[in-house]
């Protein structure tokens, strides 16, 4: 572990401000704000500051860097410089745990960030060679895209629902399921909720489309993509790993909350793809 600079007594703001890591015009606005006590004063009129200044500016500055405001952070500084430790203690506690909160959530969603970059690129790069291999074909026809799921309810309902929305007549969208189990009255719901009526979809096995050929072949749950079985003919893979919506929740308001999380978490995915695709298949054909 790195050490703190250590300064001889007494100190000027620049070397104060150097030993909390902080600009000196922070040393200064703490001051005239009241976070920090005023400095005390050479017989030049230069500021003096000691160890007190130092650790107090240093303690204030590490509450800052855990949400606190900077009165707030001044006040329990100067708790601790007076000795009051269990009072600030008791405070702090709660604040830590509250930022350590704060910190998982951050790195779920930089996780999840991540998750979706990843399938950004990989959707860019199968575009462009499916639109490659494609090019030769001067009859203009439509990507057939097919989502798999496990039970082909949910998820590659969705999906298919939103593309055949999103994409128009450039896309031709199927879904199927490894071990279908109907369509959840859900789905029906949230896509209605978005101006598409799905109240006549049915669930599908994969053993109903295996002698069809994708452009795309397209899994959305992870135990999908271990079972879903080799389609034939010339067509790339995409996993788009997303949460069941049909998983229990405590409560039915929870579990609808759960189906829109999904058709918004598709609808992200779905709209670059398209472009993607659209954009690819354009550049090949302009160039041909």
Not at 9 to 27: C, D, H, Y
Not at 92 to 103: D, E, F, K, S, Y
Not at 133 to 154: E, H, L, M, Q
Not at 210 to 221: A, G, L, R, S
Request: proline share 6%; glycine share 6%; with cysteine.
């Amino acid at each position: 572990m790195a050490r703190c600079p250590v300064y001889p007594e007494p100190m000027n703001v620049s070397e104060l401000a150097a030993g909390a890591g902080v600009a000196p015009s922070a040393v200064r606005f703490y001051e005239r704000t009241g976070v920090l006590p005023r400095a005390r004063r050479r017989p030049n009129g230069y500021r003096a500051y000691g160890a007190d200044d130092l650790a107090r500016l240093r303690l204030v500055v590490t509450l800052r860097r855990i949400g606190l405001d900077a009165h707030e952070a001044g006040r329990l500084a100067t708790l601790c410089v007076e000795g009051v430790a269990d009072s600030v203690a008791r405070d702090l506690v709660g604040r830590i745990g509250a930022q350590r909160n704060a910190i998982a959530r951050q790195r779920a969603e930089l996780d999840q960030l991540e998750a979706e970059l990843v399938d950004l690129e990989l959707t860019a790069r199968m575009t462009v060679q499916q639109s490659a291999a494609t090019a030769a074909d001067d009859t203009p026809r439509p990507s057939r895209v097919i989502f798999i799921c496990t039970g082909n309810s949910a998820r590659s309902q969705l999906a298919e629902a939103l593309l055949s929305q999103f994409g128009g007549p450039e896309f031709e969208a199927l879904s199927a399921g490894t071990h279908p189990c109907g369509v959840h009255p859900l789905t029906i719901e949230v896509l209605a909720e978005v101006g598409i009526d799905w109240s006549a979809a049915r669930s599908k096995s994969v053993d109903e489309v295996m002698d069809q050929e994708f452009d795309y072949v397209i899994t959305v749950c992870d135990r999908a993509r271990q079972a879903c079985p080799a389609f034939p003919g010339e067509h790339d893979s995409l996993h788009w790993g997303l949460d069941d919506p049909a998983e229990p929740t405590p409560t039915a308001a929870e579990q609808f909350e759960a189906f829109r999380r999904a058709r918004s978490d598709l609808s992200m995915r779905l709209r670059p793809f398209i472009e993607l695709a659209r954009y690819a298949r354009r550049t090949i054909r302009q160039s041909t």
